[in-house]
């Protein structure tokens, strides 16, 4: 079951500069920031807020790596903006079957590693009008807390 | 202040059945539905969490009630998806204010009436790195409570 919105994903030519605008107009800060090689992305997580499902949701700021890295063609093609949404779930192994079974295009056989220990799948945006849509299973708060600084 | 993500707002030609896939697919329900004359917008709201500062965290689909409303003619160009974002503060006021003066263009004057009563503006995208950001005030909880049912 999704219990939260886990985070915007918002694709950004400079990671840096983004950072920079959402700390002066927003007072907004970065709790983590990390590589992802296999999705090709830089990126930070900037905390807005707790969630009543014991989790939080995060703006995603992600710089492409490389050219061809599926955020970077997407930058190529619509500039900057907001490239994905994610609901957060305690199970997205059962969630993204039970969706697939629905019909839904699931993009990846089994969820993998994505910010903070996290695991995720996405599902394909023409199936979800237009919104390519990320689920979630937040690491333990323990990985967390020790993540986060 | 802006303490919670208040909404992701998506543009969809088609209300009732972008509503129905959000139910079938992950079993959302609407929480409040108005149709907007000023922005020229049907919408449904879709309550996904509550949030620390005391709100709470929506969907908000949209379907232009005609085509030369904003949602109509971004639309028209892009396709269904995501259309904006929405910060919640308890005074879009004073924050508005504060952020005009940091240099982002505000497009309104004054705030206006939003959904489900509230007072909303919008900051110009090409301000905010590609993002149409909207900063909400929620109306009072006793006038949420009625409106929901």
Request: net charge negative; hydrophobic share 35%.
């Amino acid at each position: 079951m999704l219990t939260r919105i886990d985070h915007i994903g918002i694709a950004c030519h400079d990671l840096d500069v983004t950072v920079e605008f959402y700390r002066r107009t927003y007072g907004f800060t970065v709790f983590h920031e990390e590589i992802n090689e296999e999705q090709g992305v830089r990126e930070a997580m900037l905390k807005i807020n707790e969630t009543s499902d014991g989790g939080a949701s995060y703006l995603q700021l992600l710089e492409p790596t490389r050219e061809d890295s599926a955020v970077g063609k997407w930058l190529a093609k619509n500039g900057e903006g907001v490239h994905h949404i994610a609901f957060g779930t305690a199970d997205v192994d059962g969630d993204s079957e039970a969706i697939r079974d629905k019909g839904v295009r699931v993009l990846y056989d089994e969820p993998r590693i994505g910010s903070m220990g996290s695991r995720i799948t996405f599902l394909h945006p023409k199936d979800c009008h237009g919104v390519l849509t990320e689920l979630v299973t937040a690491a333990s708060r323990k990985a967390d807390a020790s993540d986060a600084h």
